[in-house]
């Protein structure tokens, strides 16, 4: 469980998000009261979990979602004392349960309850894959051998995704499991196209992102949407400033790929 200061900053980084994304005072102390009550106590994937939730139930559109997502990312990397205070009359809603007086908030819908449940690891992959990270040396090797038939967008992002890839596997196998709920966690409130990437990307994780197993997609967008979910799957794991620096640093070390000439990865940021 979060210690009282954990707990105090979290909300005030949920405060500060709510507040400059919605202009209705009630929006903000009724999102509030449902992130305390249903996700202040996660141990993970909070961020991207509360998101998902805001999202679809005011009816965001990808770039708002993808707006309120970064203003949660960018709260966490500030100091408690630079975020705002959270008002004491919305207090009472956060102290739920602990015999104080409660703004009345009501009972969260049953699928997104259900939906709070750990999910199952990712199934192991078939024989012919590579069941454990390699090292960053074989794992470039696979990339590159991988990129031959591939056109240049698709090339560019393969070199980035494994750059980043790098990073978040060896994290990810620290906690049996956390990849899989991660992936899928991500996938909340998407609709449409988007959630047809984010299927792909499941598949994609259940392989341990062999680049060779890259779902055939090569739209510009699509593969934005990738790269978009994997720094998202970072700020998870890693947290929203190294995440940060990991995008910003694959897309610097692919900008002297021959197929940066033709497609700049600067397109997929």
Not at 25 to 45: G, K, T
Not at 149 to 164: N, S
Not at 206 to 213: E, K, L, S
Not at 245 to 267: I, N, T
Request: hydrophobic letters at 45%; proline letters at 10%.
């Amino acid at each position: 469980m979060q210690n009282t200061m954990g707990l105090n900053f979290r909300r005030r980084v949920i405060y500060q998000a709510l507040r400059e994304t919605f202009s209705n005072d009630a929006d903000v102390r009724r999102f509030f009261a449902l992130w305390h009550r249903d996700h202040s106590q996660e141990a993970h994937f909070v961020v991207t979990r509360f998101a998902a939730v805001v999202s679809k139930e005011a009816a965001f559109d990808s770039e708002r979602r993808s707006l309120f997502q970064r203003r949660l990312f960018h709260g966490l990397t500030q100091t408690y004392e630079s975020l705002p205070r959270v008002p004491d009359e919305m207090m009472p809603a956060a102290h739920q349960g602990a015999g104080r007086p409660a703004v009345p908030v009501a009972p969260a819908p049953a699928p997104r309850a259900a939906a709070a449940a750990p999910l199952p690891a990712p199934p192991s992959p078939p024989p012919s894959s590579v069941a454990v990270h390699p090292a960053a040396e074989a794992f470039a090797a696979r990339t590159v051998a991988a990129q031959i038939a591939d056109p240049p967008e698709r090339a560019v992002f393969k070199a980035m995704a494994a750059h980043m890839l790098d990073s978040i596997l060896p994290k990810a196998d620290r906690q049996p499991g956390v990849l899989g709920q991660a992936v899928a966690d991500l996938g909340r409130g998407l609709k449409g196209r988007e959630q047809a990437v984010h299927q792909a990307f499941v598949q994609w994780s259940a392989t341990r992102f062999d680049p060779g197993a890259l779902p055939p997609l090569r739209a510009e967008e699509e593969l934005r949407q990738l790269i978009h979910l994997l720094y998202l799957l970072a700020a998870d794991l890693l947290g929203p400033a190294q995440a940060d620096r990991l995008l910003g640093q694959a897309a610097s070390a692919c900008e002297s790929l021959p197929d940066a000439r033709v497609f700049s990865p600067q397109q997929l940021l």
